[in-house]
Structure formats: C-alpha cells, structure tokens
C-alpha cells in the first residue's frame, strides 16, 4: 500500500489544491456518516495524483472553509476529475460546498457501459491489478475522531488505483466505440441538481406492512412514526437507529397504554424505555384517539397512463430491448430502463427531434438508437393499423350477413302487404 499525507490545515489544503491545477487528472473519493447522523456530511476527501495520495479531514477547526480550495480544480475543463460512483460524491460535495463539476470520469458508468458483471470497485481493481481492497471499514463512522489506521488504508485504497483504471477503461470504451456514451453521462450528471431534502410525512406508508393495518393501529403508526423522526433530528442519529420498523409495528399492533405493556415489545430496551417510554406511549393514545382516513396515494415513479396501443407499444419494445443488450452486452437497464420504454409508448415519436424531448431518454440512446426505434415504432404502428382494418372488415362482414339474415327471417314472418310497403319505403 502506498504511502499517504493527512491534510488537517486550510494553508495545506490550499497548496495541494494548487498543485492538483497542473495536474491533467486527478482521482477523488468522499467518506460521509449517513449510517450514523441523520444530518450527513462530507468526513473525509481521498485524492491521488499519479505519484500522491492526500487524506483530507474537513472536520478539524479550520474543516468547514477548507475545502473550498477544490473548487477550482473540480470545475477546471484540463482537469479530468475521477471517481467511481461518483452520484453520492457529487451529490454531497454540491449540496455542503457548493462545488460545480466539468469534466468528469466515472469508472462505474464506464464498467456499466461495457458490460462488467460487477462493477464495484474493489471487483474492477481485483479484475485487473490482481489487488484485493480491504473491505472491512465499509460501514465505519468516518465522523469519529481520530480515524484508525485501518480507516486510513481503507479510505486511501478507494483512489490509489483509479487514474490506472481509468486509463483501462477508457481503452476499453474506445475499442467498443462506447467513449462517446460515456461522456454524454458523465455531462449530464454534472449538470444535474437535486432537490432539498424534504422529510416525508407519509414514509410511514412504505414501512412493510403497514398497508394491512386496521386504521387504528395505522394511526398509531403514523404517530410512532412521526414522533421516531422528531427524536432522530434532536439527537442526529438515522431513524432507524432510534427504533427499528418492525418494532413501531408491534408497538401499533398491540396499541399499548402504559409502560409495562411497552416494555414487552420485541425491541424495547430499558434504555429506550427510559428515554422514549412516556412519549411513545402517548404517541399510541394520540393515534387512538383520531383513526386513519382513507390511505393517500404516495408519491412515487408514476407509472404513465397508457392505451391500447401505447401498451402494445411498449411490448414490442421490450421485444426489441431484449436481445439487443444481449447483443451489445449491456444489462437492459443500462441501454434503456423501462421509465425510458415507457416514456417513448406513451409519447409515440415520429422523430429524432421528438425522442431529445422526451427526458427519459439519454443522449447516447437517442443517437445511436432513435433510428431502430423509429423504424420499429413505425412498423407496429402499420401492423396494429392493418390488424384494426382486418377486424373491421370482420365485423362489417358479420354485421352485414346478420342484417340479410335477419331480413330473411322478417320476410318470411311478414304479410306481401307488409313486405311491398318496406320495399317503396326504401326505394
């Protein structure tokens, strides 16, 4: 394992920053708490040039201005910026810091583009350097000081072999004529922004089996729910870690009163109950009171509305998504998700023009595929048509031999007087 510097000083950070300037490429990695505090942040940035490798500690005094000296170098166009799975690391580092991103590489997008089956990093790195990353500290809390030796060499590990990963990768993508794919992800996750963290006061709905509740014991759920959060926000600890799910469901199955009950449940320590105990009680007679209404629906990946023939749509283009990845080598999902399959049936494109519209889609699929697409849609659309022309004429065929049928029939009921005078009607 190389050997790495600990970065703790805004004036050491702001050297380095300098140096990584005249770098062409520099590979990143972030360490976060979010399995530990429910307010996350950055604990720790891994960097490694070809020849270096920087541990730097924002969560020293000087920790929240200095990392404000990589701004220039993440946004920097000569610069080319490495990570794998790199949607977290940017994610967080724009949402504390404020950081804008240009010229991205992710070696998880390009192992994705080329079919790896794993790509990790720690399967990627084993795959081609025969070099087994400890894998121990996955789920340490970077936020605790001082970090272990153990935590060092983990952290380090994640960036010492990604600027020669990259390098292979991008051979590899190049070979494959997929470089251009690549690229286009990599841009459009720079540009992408998230929304502020919201929190979801019907997340008590996704807890598994909360649906087959009564409404009582939902009501309950729905206050152990909210009061769990209110405790995890005061004392910056993952809900989860404050109570699990499965015991706020005991809880509002068996609706318990008082703190003898309570202490029964699968879950409840002594040292919740002390704590916890007299609000959570209160929290299930709160729920008792007021029973749940009608379940609302939850805001989730709306499956878009779709007729007839947008449905048949859809299922010719899973015929065609299914061996072309298997053809490409791709895993269906990266050529095209079904959100993307989805969006092109119910819109129905006549053109290229039309598939950039359409958000789903990504820019590499529009341009490499729209075509077959096009052509694929035209030709199910001929063949719905000419199937709904051919069932018409059937039935206008059926139609027309029950109405001579039928005239038949009522002739031979009628009296000559009759059927003479249905005759001049017509004529």
């Not at 990093?121 to 070099?131: D, N, P, Q, T």
């Not at 404050?242 to 002594?270: H, M, P, Y």
């Not at 969006?343 to 359409?358: F, G, Q, R, V, Y």
Request: proline share 5%; glycine share 6%.
């Amino acid at each position: 394992m190389a050997s790495f510097e600990i970065i703790t000083q805004k004036s050491e950070m702001d050297k380095v920053a300098k140096d990584l300037l005249r770098e062409d490429v520099v590979a990143f990695d972030t360490e976060a708490d979010s399995f530990y505090h429910y307010f996350d942040k950055v604990c720790l940035v891994q960097i490694a040039t070809r020849k270096k490798c920087w541990l730097v500690d924002p969560l020293t005094p000087e920790g929240p201005n200095m990392l404000e000296a990589l701004a220039p170098v993440f946004a920097s166009p000569k610069v080319r910026v490495l990570f794998h799975a790199a949607e977290y690391d940017i994610y967080v580092l724009k949402r504390d810091c404020g950081f804008e991103f240009t010229n991205l590489f992710d070696t998880m997008v390009c192992a994705q583009l080329l079919g790896y089956p794993a790509i990790g990093l720690a399967a990627l790195v084993e795959r081609h350097f025969g070099v087994v990353l400890p894998k121990e500290q996955q789920r340490s809390d970077w936020s605790r000081r001082p970090l272990s030796d153990n935590q060092q060499t983990y952290a380090a590990s994640d960036v010492l072999y990604l600027i020669k990963l990259a390098e292979k990768l991008e051979k590899e993508l190049r070979k494959a004529k997929r470089l251009d794919w690549a690229v286009d992800d990599f841009e459009t996750l720079c540009a992408r922004r998230w929304p502020d963290r919201e929190f979801d006061k019907l997340g008590y709905l996704r807890i598994k089996g909360a649906r087959s509740l009564d409404p009582v014991a939902l009501a309950v759920l729905r206050e152990l729910f909210l009061l769990r959060d209110a405790r995890a926000r005061e004392i910056d600890r993952p809900p989860f870690k404050v109570l699990g799910n499965r015991t706020l469901l005991e809880i509002a199955g068996a609706q318990v009163t008082n703190l003898d009950s309570l202490s029964e449940i699968k879950g409840i320590s002594d040292l919740i109950l002390k704590r916890l105990g007299k609000d959570l009680v209160s929290a299930v007679k709160k729920g008792l009171r007021k029973p749940h209404g009608p379940i609302p629906k939850l805001d989730t990946t709306v499956r878009r509305r779709m007729d007839r023939r947008a449905e048949k749509r859809l299922a010719t283009l899973k015929d065609w998504r299914g061996p072309r990845s298997e053809a490409l080598k791709l895993d269906p999902g990266v050529l095209c998700p079904n959100a993307a399959l989805e969006s092109i049936a119910a819109t129905h494109p006549k053109t290229a023009e039309d598939m950039k519209e359409l958000p789903e889609l990504k820019s590499w699929f529009v341009r490499e595929f729209a075509s077959e697409i096009l052509g694929l849609l035209e030709r199910q659309s001929a063949e719905s048509e000419s199937n709904d022309n051919a069932g018409s004429g059937a039935d206008s065929g059926n139609a027309a031999g029950a109405a001579k049928l039928s005239g038949r029939k009522s002739g031979s009921r009628s009296s000559p007087k009759t059927a003479a005078k249905s005759t001049k009607d017509g004529a």
